[in-house]
Each structure stands twice: as C-alpha cells, then as structure tokens.
C-alpha cells in the first residue's frame, strides 16, 4: 500500500529535550515536505526537499532541521523544541520534483511543555 | 504576499442540500490549485489540481471551478460521509504554497 508514515503519532516533550519526527515514504517520490498545522492558520510549509541530499527552507523554518539521505526518509529535528512549536506537524511526498497533488501521512501531536 | 481565503469557515448542511465552498486568491502567477479533504485526526487528501480559469473537475458529488480570483468547491446531493474539512491550496509561480484555515463540513442524516 502506498502511504506516508510518521513517527510517532503523539508525544509530549520539554522545553529544550532535542527531538526527531521520522518521516518515511514508499512511493519512490523525489519531493518530500514538512508542514505544521495551527487553528485557523492552515497548513505552513517548515522545510522541503526535492530530491536526495537537497533541502531548502519554507516559511516557518526557524527552530527546525531536516535532513535527506535517502530518497524515501525525511526526518524533522527539534534540537531545542519550545511551547511555541507545540502544533500538529504533517510529512508530504508527491512525484516529480514539485509541490503537486502531495501525499500527506497521518501527522504528529507535538506538545513542548 | 499570496493569500489565500477560505469561507465559510464551517457549513452545516442536511443530507441531500447541495451548497458551494469559496476559495479566494491572490497570487504571484497561478501555476495551479490544488484542493485536499481532511477527515478530523487523518492527513489531508488530494482531491483536484485546477490549472487555468473555466477549468472544472469532478469526482462523484464534488465539483471543483476556477476564476481568475476564486475557486469554488461544489457539493451535490451531500452524504454524512462527505463531512470533512476541504482545504484549498496555491501554488504560485515559484511553485510557493499557499493553503487556506479550511471549510468544515458537517452533514446530517
């Protein structure tokens, strides 16, 4: 089945405990995504890859790494997560090297206390 | 700065009242638009790309359009499985994304 998988689904972290949220796809996809989702803000795009060892900044970039080493994983770092980052964070992969037609996992709860 | 506006922000219909959901834009060069549907604890999944105005696309009782300024999401004859929130999204010329706050839908038997 093809799908987007994330790691893990809910955790609860502190102020400034470095966290990772794994992102893998099985789809052979080049372009990869991180986005946070806010009540009332939508969906903002945090980085993006489109292809191996290829990342760039979206618009909400501060206080997050990422990291492309294989095709399919794409993980998302917090090296010192604060209350602010605390959001639903949704990994997306789509063909080609674009933004199109984005297949999106099952997202991340991320409380930072 | 691309902007993207969604309204109403929440639709409640009765099953079978067909009703439209606004999507409005502004944007450096449309390359396309694209809408996902997003069941409450689930990722958003693609529905449509909308590429040019007078565009329409179909998938069994949504209907998606484009203006220059808008798109419209149609519902026809709604189900409760319809219920959903319908995300609306902006891709601009240097392929930039913009997505809207949603439209959620809830449909009663």
């Given at each position: 089945e093809a799908q987007v998988t994330q790691n893990p689904r809910y955790l609860i972290t502190v102020t400034g405990k470095k966290l990772t949220v794994t992102c893998s796809q099985?789809?052979?996809?080049e372009y990869m995504s991180w986005y946070r989702q806010d009540p009332g803000l939508g969906l903002r795009q945090i980085y993006y890859s489109m292809n191996v060892e290829v990342t760039d900044k979206g618009d909400v970039p501060e206080g997050y790494k990422v990291s492309r080493k294989e095709k399919r994983n794409f993980p998302l770092i917090l090296e010192s997560p604060s209350p602010n980052q605390t959001s639903l964070y949704f990994c997306a992969s789509s063909q080609g090297?674009?933004?199109?037609e984005q297949f999106f996992g099952p997202g991340t709860r991320l409380t930072v206390l | 700065e691309d902007q993207v506006t969604q309204s109403p922000e929440a639709l409640r219909l009765q099953e079978g009242e067909s009703s439209s959901l606004n999507c409005s834009y502004t944007v450096s060069g449309l390359r396309g638009l694209f809408w996902y549907r997003q069941d409450p604890g689930k990722g958003p999944e693609f529905l449509f790309t909308l590429y040019s105005a007078g565009e329409e696309k179909e998938k069994e009782r949504l209907k998606a359009t484009l203006t220059k300024k808008e798109s419209f999401l149609h519902i026809t004859a709604?189900?409760?499985?319809?219920?959903a929130t319908y995300l609306c999204a902006v891709q601009a010329s240097d392929y930039k994304l913009s997505f809207g706050a949603g439209t959620t839908v809830t449909v009663r038997a």
């Open positions: 099985n789809m052979n996809h090297t674009t933004n199109n | 709604p189900k409760p499985e319809d219920s």
